[in-house]
């Protein structure tokens, strides 16, 4: 066994990346709570069953996502596999990387 056996292995994301993705969908919670519950609309309702359809369906789904993708960086390659209903995996090679962004 040797140092690099333990790093060839596919890895998930931090699992802060989903603390990250309720982050960026804090808009779309904060606009049906503003006009459900500040505004008092009289379709007051439609809001309060749109912010109950993102909690029992959106953050599932974020949570699914993260858990199925898992990814592996090797010495001649990049490979990522994703999906929640159809698995894909995708090879890249390391010559082929133009772009880090972190």
Known sequence: MTI??????????HPLTLLYS?????????LTLYFA???KQTEELIYVLLF???????????????YYFSFMISESEIIIKSG???????NIPI???QNVNV
């Open 95 to 97: 010559e082929r990387v």
């Open 84 to 90: 929640v209903f159809s698995r894909k995996q995708r």
């Open 22 to 30: 309720l982050i960026r969908n804090l808009p779309y919670i904060g």
């Open 52 to 66: 109950i359809l993102f909690a029992m369906i959106i953050i599932p789904g974020h949570i699914l996502r993260w």
């Open 37 to 39: 519950f500040v505004q």
């Open 4 to 13: 690099y056996d333990d790093f060839y292995q596919f890895r998930r994301l």
